[in-house]
C-alpha cells in the first residue's frame, strides 16, 4: 500500500498541513480538515484563507508568518496565532517544520498546530479573554516557558491577572497534576515569613503547640506561586535565596533539612531594579526568579479586547439574564483610564448589572466616574461629577499625556511650557502618591 502525504500527517497529534511555498496546501490531515475545512479544501486553497479567513498572507495582515519564516532560514519556527474554527476564533501554536527535496532545498513545510488550553479569544467563561496584539505576546510567553521548569516572573500593575496568568502556566506544565500553592507575600510580617513558608516543629517558639507543615512542603510536586515578591521582608530575601540556590530548607526548630520540589512562579507590581539600587531587594535573588520575565499589559495597552471582556465577564456575574451595554455606556467604558484594570472592569460591570432592571445596561447604571468620563469626553461636565481640584485635574492630565506621548522628558517639559525639573518634581508627586499604578513607567531619570 502506498504511503500518501495524508497517511503521513495523521502521525501527527492535532491539526498539520503540507504548505508550499506559495502558502498552497500540498495535503493535510483529518484533525486539520475537521477544524478548518469540514466541508473539504478546494483545490489551490492557501492556509491563511482556511485557517485565518484572510485574503492576504498573515504577515501582511499584521501577524508574524512561521512559514515564510521556515523557508527562509531552513529551521522550525513557532508562534501563536488566532484561527478561525467552526467553534470560533481560538488562539493556537504553530509549529512549522521545513522539509527538503533530494536537492536540499527546503521544498515545504509542515504547518503543525496545538490548541493551548489557557485562554479563549472570543467571548468565554474561561478567566483569561483576548485576542489583542499585546494580550498574544504575553500568552505567547506563557506556552513557551510552561512545558519547562524555569523560574517566571509575572510582571504588571494591580488587577491585570497576575494570579489567572501563574494558574495558567502551572495548568500547562509537567507539575500540573500536582498543587497549586499560592503565598500573598504583602500578607506575611517578618516574624510569621519563615513559619508560614517552611513551616515549624511542635515547640519550636511560644504557641506552636504541634508540628505545622509549612507551604513550600505543601507545594511538593506542584507550583508555589509567591504574589507581591517585593513585599518580602530584605532580611527575610536571603533565606528564600538559599532555598532557590540549594533546594532545601529548614523548619523552624528543625535540626534536619528537608528537599524541596516544586516549579516556581513570582509576580510583582513593584519595579525590582529600582528596588536593588534602592537596597530593598536583593540582586542575586532577583536573578534567580527572574529567569524567564512575562509582562502583563494594562487593561489601556489592549483596547481592542474591551467588548471582549465586557461580553465575557457580564456571562459570568450574570448567568442566564443576557445582559449587554448599550452605545452611551459602552462609549463611557472606552474613555475611562481603568487604573484597576480588568479587576476594576468586573466591579464596575457587577456594579452595574445590580442597577440595571432589564437586559440593557445604560451610563445611569455605571459608576460615577465611569460616567463622568463619557460626558467629559463629549465636552460637557454634568453637576453630579462635582469639580476637580487643580492639583488632581493637573495630576490627570499629565498621566492621559504620558500614556500617549512618544518623545523624551526635554522635549515634554518644552510642550508643557515648563522646566525639565519642574516636570521631574511633579512626576515624584505623582510616584508619591502612587496615582493610577503607571507612574513606575513614567518616572523620568534625574535631570542634570
Excluded at 495523521?10 to 498539520?16: D, K
Excluded at 492630565?397 to 517639559?413: K, M, N, V, W
Aim: charged share 25%; net charge negative; with cysteine.
Amino acid at each position: 500500500m502506498a504511503v500518501t502525504n495524508e497517511s503521513l500527517l495523521e502521525c501527527f497529534e492535532g491539526p498539520a498541513a503540507l504548505l508550499d511555498p506559495d502558502y498552497g496546501i500540498v495535503a493535510a490531515n483529518e484533525a486539520y480538515r475537521r477544524d478548518y475545512a469540514p466541508g473539504g479544501i478546494r483545490p489551490g486553497a492557501r492556509c491563511y484563507e482556511v485557517s485565518h479567513g484572510y485574503h492576504v498572507p498573515c504577515d501582511m495582515a499584521g501577524e508574524s508568518c512561521p512559514l515564510q519564516r521556515s523557508f527562509e532560514a531552513g529551521q522550525r519556527q513557532r508562534v501563536l496565532h488566532v484561527h478561525s474554527t467552526p467553534r470560533g476564533d481560538e488562539h493556537v501554536d504553530v509549529e512549522t517544520l521545513p522539509v527538503r527535496d533530494e536537492s536540499g532545498r527546503v521544498a515545504w513545510v509542515v504547518e503543525h498546530v496545538r490548541r493551548p488550553q489557557v485562554s479563549m479569544a472570543r467571548a468565554s467563561t474561561h478567566p483569561m479573554v483576548g485576542r489583542s496584539p499585546t494580550f498574544n505576546r504575553m500568552l505567547e510567553r506563557i506556552n513557551r516557558v510552561a512545558p519547562s521548569r524555569t523560574p517566571v516572573l509575572l510582571q504588571g500593575e494591580s488587577g491585570t491577572g497576575k494570579e489567572l496568568a501563574a494558574w495558567a502556566i502551572h495548568a500547562a506544565s509537567l507539575c500540573a497534576h500536582g498543587p497549586f500553592v499560592p503565598v500573598e507575600c504583602s500578607g506575611l510580617s517578618e516574624t510569621l515569613f519563615e513559619s508560614e513558608l517552611f513551616g515549624h516543629e511542635r515547640g519550636a517558639f511560644t504557641g506552636a503547640v504541634s508540628r505545622k507543615q509549612g507551604l513550600i512542603e505543601a507545594a511538593r510536586d506542584g507550583t508555589l506561586f509567591l504574589d507581591e515578591v517585593g513585599d518580602i521582608p530584605l532580611a527575610q530575601q536571603v533565606k528564600l535565596l538559599r532555598l532557590l540556590e540549594t533546594g532545601t530548607y529548614r523548619p523552624v526548630g528543625s535540626a534536619v533539612s528537608l528537599h524541596a520540589d516544586f516549579r516556581l512562579v513570582c509576580a510583582t507590581n513593584r519595579d525590582l531594579k529600582r528596588m536593588i539600587a534602592e537596597g530593598t531587594f536583593r540582586q542575586d535573588l532577583y536573578y534567580r526568579i527572574s529567569a524567564f520575565p512575562v509582562d502583563l499589559p494594562a487593561l489601556r495597552d489592549r483596547p481592542e479586547d474591551l467588548p471582549l471582556l465586557i461580553e465575557s465577564l457580564l456571562h459570568r456575574i450574570a448567568g442566564d439574564r443576557r445582559l449587554r451595554l448599550d452605545e452611551a455606556a459602552m462609549d463611557a467604558l472606552r474613555r475611562h483610564a481603568f487604573p484597576g484594570n480588568v479587576r476594576e472592569l468586573r466591579n464596575v460591570l457587577e456594579h452595574a448589572a445590580l442597577l440595571a432592571d432589564g437586559d440593557t445596561i445604560s451610563v445611569e447604571h455605571l459608576p460615577r466616574d465611569c460616567a463622568c468620563a463619557a460626558v467629559s469626553g463629549a465636552g460637557q461636565v454634568p453637576d453630579d461629577c462635582g469639580i476637580l481640584p487643580l492639583e488632581v485635574a493637573e495630576r490627570r492630565y499629565l498621566l492621559q499625556t504620558l500614556r500617549s506621548f512618544r518623545g523624551d522628558r526635554r522635549e515634554l517639559a518644552a510642550r508643557l511650557g515648563i522646566s525639565e525639573r519642574t516636570l521631574y518634581r511633579k512626576l515624584e508627586a505623582i510616584h508619591s502618591a502612587g496615582e493610577f499604578g503607571c507612574a513606575e513607567r513614567a518616572r523620568p531619570s534625574v535631570p542634570g
